[in-house]
């Protein structure tokens, strides 16, 4: 008695290719949906750690603005 496997390759390749696309398309519906080209360090890790420490910055700057308006005030 033989065992017979059947494989369909072209199956095989197609529900590859669907989730490959099915994660590109939650990558950028992420993207669109939160505004922002990175989201996490995936998306750049150099890129991300330029845009994190610029955000820290804007901070510190309108921490000093609001300071400076209490002390005027």
Do not use: F
């Amino acid at each position: 008695m033989s065992i017979r496997i059947n494989t369909n390759i072209s199956a095989i390749n197609a529900h590859r290719m669907l989730t490959k696309n099915n994660d590109v398309s939650s990558r950028n519906l992420e993207r669109l949906s939160s505004g922002q080209k990175i989201n996490r360090g995936a998306d750049g890790p150099a890129a991300l750690v330029v845009s994190e420490r610029l955000r820290a910055q804007i901070r510190g700057v309108r921490q000093a603005i609001d300071n400076s308006e209490a002390g005027i005030s």
